[in-house]
């Protein structure tokens, strides 16, 4: 239990710096794409094509044709982050909050009563129009923003409180990456898809022959993400499904490595240490036992969250910025104020801040109320109902499904500026309000005796 709570503390500092990061990218892509002299240059920069080529082959292209840059952020960079949510999503169901079912259900109902709902409203504002198949864009929860909004707040929020958004946050994720995975699809290339189910099941053979090489599950995940884009199937899907694959189990148990560390220790002498203190070269002798030290401290963390602890200062301060950068971008100049309030915009604004609302906490009201699960650890009611707010800010994963819906069709592209411009103004007033109420509805200093996160 302490090893879950230490795990959470760290993963929730990790996306909130990230969320600082991706909102100083999002404020300059609008920026940028509005000024006369780089707007073309903004527009024109993601067009170009990019190769990485061995001979004829080039693992950058789909189909033969090689990827633009704006494709190689939604379909190759994005695959690290899902594979890098892939890491998350199976290090809390092993021992992190999705590790006992009381502890989880929570946070799982809540987040599937924050899918539901919003696509629902999305419905029934959308119904017979052309973009009505956008209903899964407000389903999601953008756990970097949604956490950097809680941090502005500092000590003053509840740890429970924190844990139940990163929780929900997490299990959104899955919500999206299935519907990603069964509507997202075009025409399935089998072929490719059983040479990638095969290069799968050899990544699964590696863990359970215990193959603990980080390079071998990322190389054969490289090619495994090239199949999936030639399949048909979203390439993102095959990042959680290499992460799936990665071992979680170390191979020196802790209590091993101790005693593995005192027993080449003891090989330095009183004479050694002296020695060392004088002189910065070593023995061949000095230099194995150190060897042997480092290599067992490799061994003693996990491939999992080795690759999960790496890759999330690349993720959240470079993979998701730069995406933002990229696709927040709304030219303002052809926007009239009325499609705000109409079309696709109003339909994605009303899913985040009045769905998500009232998925998240009546869901968690019903399950609360039936016993089900206990209310989040020094919270209060208004507390939570200030957190459901938050949970509409949907912004990642918000912007790549409705890529993934309107994207690659000049017919389309109004759809998809007023689909990112629903996004950005849903996002800011969940953002907005939830930062409100949780500020009017939180004690105005911290307790003393409760544990917070700095």
């Known amino acids: 239990m302490a090893n879950a709570f230490f795990i959470a503390r760290k993963t929730i500092k990790n996306h909130t710096n990230g969320g600082t990061v991706l909102m100083v990218a999002t404020a300059l892509a609008l920026l940028v794409v509005n000024l006369p002299f780089f707007h073309d240059l903004y527009n024109g920069v993601w067009t170009h094509t990019i190769a990485l080529r061995v001979g004829s082959f080039n693992l950058f292209s789909h189909n033969g044709h090689p990827m633009s840059i704006m494709d190689f952020i939604n379909d190759g960079l994005m695959a690290i982050f899902f594979f890098s949510v892939g890491l998350e999503i199976k290090r809390e169901v092993l021992v992190g909050e999705l590790s006992s079912f009381r502890q989880a259900l929570l946070p799982i109902v809540a987040a599937i009563g924050g899918m539901v709902v919003p696509v629902a409203i999305f419905f029934l504002l959308a119904h017979g129009t052309d973009y009505s198949h956008g209903a899964a864009i407000p389903m999601a929860t953008d756990i970097a923003f949604s956490l950097g909004v809680l941090a502005m707040l500092g000590q003053r929020v509840p740890i429970g409180l924190k844990i139940f958004l990163t929780t929900l946050a997490v299990v959104d994720d899955i919500g999206g990456i299935l519907v990603i995975a069964i509507f997202y699809s075009g025409h399935i290339d089998y072929v490719s898809l059983l040479w990638a189910a095969g290069l799968l099941a050899v990544l699964i053979a590696g863990g359970i022959l215990g193959v603990h090489y980080k390079t071998f599950y990322v190389t054969i995940g490289i090619f495994v993400w090239f199949l999936f884009l030639q399949s048909g199937i979203h390439p993102t899907i095959a990042g959680v499904l ?142 939570l109902a200030a957190v459901s707010v938050l949970g509409g800010i949907g912004f990642t994963v918000s912007l790549f499904i409705a890529n993934l819906t309107f994207g690659g069709d000049v017919y389309m592209s109004q759809l998809l500026n007023n689909a990112k411009l629903g996004i950005l103004i849903g996002s800011f007033l969940a953002g907005f309000l939830g930062w409100l109420f949780l500020n009017l509805s939180l004690p105005k200093h911290r307790k003393e005796n409760q544990e917070l996160i700095s």
């Open 242 to 383: 290499v992460a799936f694959c990665v071992p979680a189990k170390p191979v020196y148990a802790p209590k091993n490595y101790i005693k593995t560390i005192r027993k080449t220790i003891g090989n330095f002498s009183q004479e050694d240490e002296d020695n060392l203190g004088n002189r910065g070269i070593l023995t061949k002798e000095q230099m194995n036992w150190l060897k042997e030290i480092e290599s067992a401290s490799d061994k003693v963390i996990s491939p999992l969250q080795d690759l999960e602890d790496s890759l999330h200062p690349v993720v959240n301060f470079l993979i998701v910025p730069l995406f933002a950068f990229a696709n927040a971008g709304i030219w303002l100049g052809d926007v009239n104020v009325s499609d705000i309030f109409s079309g696709v915009s109003i339909a994605i604004i009303a899913g985040l801040v009045l769905g998500k609302f009232i998925g998240i906490f009546t869901f968690s009201w019903i399950c609360i109320k039936a016993k089900l699960a206990p209310m989040p650890e020094g919270s209060t009611w208004s507390q």
